[in-house]
């Protein structure tokens, strides 16, 4: 009895329920993979146009100014009073900082 119903249930549907794992795919392309891409080509376009003078935030969320690019790092200056200084990879810095409310 229960063979006859799970035929019945397979029956016909072959090409409809390929139409919507495809259809499935499609939306999560563009509601998940897409935009995460976009997402990251803006963060390397940004690290790339950086330039002396520039405020930034670091993935470890240490504020500083550039004091020099470098072809795979930047130097920040952490502390102008004191003229300290760090060396961190341009895949460290997370965002621009002069646009943060509160500084």
Known sequence: MYN???????????????????????IMYFFMIRPQQKKAKDQQAYVDALKAGDKVITIGGLH????????????????????????FLKTAI???SSAQIGE
Not at 4 to 21: D, H, K, N, R, V
Not at 64 to 87: A, F, N, P, Y
Request: aromatic fraction near 4%.
């Open 4 to 26: 006859s119903i799970l035929l019945q249930g397979m029956g016909g549907g072959g090409a409809s329920s390929l139409f919507l794992i495809g259809g499935m795919f499609v």
């Open 64 to 87: 500083g100014t550039v004091s020099s690019v470098r072809e795979k790092t930047v130097v920040l200056e952490v502390d102008s009073s004191k003229g300290i200084k760090m060396v």
């Open 94 to 96: 997370s965002k621009d």
